[in-house]
């Protein structure tokens, strides 16, 4: 998180980007707890931000715990969210 620290701060949409990025790795490390902690944050920062790559990366990312976390209930949380939440565009 130290790098990200580094992201100017009106750079909002570039930080979920990163943050994301950071919750797939985490997925891909077998961390599912870990990814959803750092993709809520990214939803946080998200809420004002419009964008197709954006919605796009959070349905991904929601949709692959799903499939490899079936059993994790922040996983489904998280899924949730994106789904009540993020637009695709």
């Given at each position: ?8 701060r ?35 920062y ?44």
């Amino acid at each position: 998180m130290t790098a990200l620290d580094g992201r100017e701060r009106f750079y909002v949409r570039s930080r979920v980007l990163d943050l994301l990025g950071l919750a797939s790795v985490r997925m891909c490390q077998r961390e599912p707890r870990e990814a959803v902690e750092t993709a809520n944050l990214a939803l946080g920062y998200a809420a004002g931000v419009r964008s197709a790559r954006v919605s796009r990366r959070f349905h991904h990312l929601a949709v692959r715990g799903l499939e490899e976390f079936p059993k994790v209930a922040e996983i489904s949380q998280f899924a949730e969210r994106v789904r009540a939440g993020v637009a695709v565009m």
